[in-house]
């Protein structure tokens, strides 16, 4: 089983970056693509961004493409999320999440909380 703990998250006012980091531990052999996602209080979970194996493929939701960018480091089986230009509706527990396999369901991590003041 893959285990992850993400940190990195915090207080920020809007227009301030931060970087999440989500590291992986246990079975880091049998990960394919990581991502990233995010719940807000009254929402459901939303899906942010996502990165291939090798790196070479991202994707990003609307609301974050252009101010977010999602990286790897597989030699330290680390995935980053690095967000700029926050908005106050960038308010959420962001998870880190390894697809692992052909499952279709990830492996979560425990969240960190990202709070961006106006």
């Known amino acids: 089983q893959v285990q992850l703990v993400e940190s990195g998250g915090g207080l920020v006012q809007a227009g301030g970056s931060l970087r999440l980091s989500c590291a992986a531990s246990?079975?880091?052999?049998?990960?394919?693509?990581m991502g990233w996602y995010r719940h807000a209080p009254g929402k459901q979970r939303e899906f942010v961004a996502r990165?291939?194996?090798?790196?070479?493929?991202?994707v990003y939701a609307d609301s974050v493409k252009g101010r977010f960018t999602i990286s790897r480091d597989n030699a330290k089986n680390t995935v980053s999320l690095q967000m700029n230009s926050l908005k106050p509706e960038d308010t959420a527990v962001y998870y880190c999440a390894a697809f692992e396999g052909r499952s279709l369901a990830p492996t979560w991590g425990q969240g960190t909380q990202v709070t961006v003041s106006s």
């Open positions: 990165i291939s194996r090798g790196g070479g493929w991202t």
């Open positions: 246990g079975s880091v052999f049998s990960i394919n693509d």
